[in-house]
């Protein structure tokens, strides 16, 4: 899996966990669920379970959150990072589907849920010996000269 297909998975899945704990939730069951029906449409089992394994997510997020459990957060975000780039790599047609998915619904539905909350989208595509630097905030850079 190429790197940018890696990073989109990566940033679907902790948005869309992170909007399981909120009252948006339901547009990251739709959205990420609506996904995947559409890629697995001939396959009934794995239609059925999506909507079992978002809700199961949406209760153990809403207890890290309590719990104040990062680890078992993050746990929740690696399990549908992966899940989603398995889908991907089986679908790779679905790769702008899912930008336009993060883009257009799941992170305006966060930024929405969370006043006040700054959300700062970073895409970058380095080649040969090139350098990319990125920050969302301070960035110090000291190289050796």
């Known amino acids: 899996?190429?790197?940018?297909?890696?990073?989109?998975?990566?940033a679907a899945a902790a948005t869309m966990v992170e909007l399981l704990t909120?009252?948006?939730?339901?547009?990251?069951?739709?959205?990420?669920?609506g996904l995947w029906r559409r890629?697995?449409?001939?396959?009934?089992?794995?239609?059925?379970v999506i909507d079992v394994e978002i809700a199961e997510t949406r209760v153990n997020a809403i207890a890290a959150r309590e719990a104040e459990d990062d680890e078992a957060e993050?746990?929740?975000?690696?399990?549908?990072?992966?899940?989603?780039?398995?889908?991907?790599?089986?679908?790779?047609a679905l790769v702008p589907e899912l930008r336009r998915l993060l883009d257009d619904t799941l992170t305006p539905a966060l930024d929405a849920s969370a006043p006040g909350r700054t959300t700062i989208t970073m895409r970058a595509t380095a080649?040969?010996?090139?350098?990319?630097?990125?920050?969302?905030g301070d960035q110090h850079i000291n190289e050796g000269r």
Request: aromatic share 4%; charged share 30%.
């Open 127 to 136: 080649s040969d010996d090139a350098r990319i630097y990125q920050a969302g």
């Open 22 to 33: 909120t009252e948006a939730w339901q547009k990251a069951k739709s959205a990420i669920g």
């Open 74 to 92: 993050r746990e929740l975000v690696g399990a549908w990072q992966a899940r989603l780039s398995r889908l991907l790599v089986a679908e790779p």
């Open 39 to 48: 890629a697995r449409s001939t396959d009934a089992e794995a239609v059925d």
């Open 1 to 10: 899996m190429d790197p940018e297909t890696a990073a989109l998975a990566a």
